[in-house]
C-alpha cells in the first residue's frame, strides 16, 4: 500500500487530470496488476485501505463541501465499481488493453454511464 500511496497515488494528485490519472493508473496495473487483482478480489482488509486512500485522495482534489452527506457514498459508489471493473476485466481476458479499460473507467466515472451503454457501436 506504501508504493501505491507515494508513487502512485500520492496525497497531492489531481483527478481533474484526466491524462495524469490515466498514466499513473496504467503503471500500477501494469507493474502490480495481478497481484492488486487477487488483493481486491479477496482480501477485505486491503479493499478496504485502498478505498480507504483513494477516498482521501478524491477528497482533496475535488472542490467538495465537506458537510455534503452524499460525498461518502459517492466516492464508495465510484471506487467500488472501478475496483469491480478492473476485476471483471482481469478475470474476462479481455481483448481491451489495460490503457483502454481504464479510460473507459474514468470515462464511465466523470460522465453519465446509462448513455455510454446505450451509444451505438
Known sequence: MDYVRQEIL???LD???????INRLTVLFETKGEYLS??????????KRFK????????QSYPIDKKNPYA????????????GTLNYWFQADDELSLREIIKFIRTLNTGDPQKELLKPY
Open 15 to 21: 483527478f481533474f487530470n484526466t491524462e495524469e490519472v
Open 72 to 83: 461518502p457514498y459517492i466516492f464508495e459508489y465510484i471506487i467500488s465499481a472501478t475496483i
Open 10 to 12: 500520492p496525497k497531492d
Open 38 to 47: 487477487v488483493l481486491l478480489s479477496g482480501n477485505p482488509l486491503f479493499i
Open 52 to 59: 480507504n486512500l483513494m477516498k482521501d485522495i478524491m477528497f
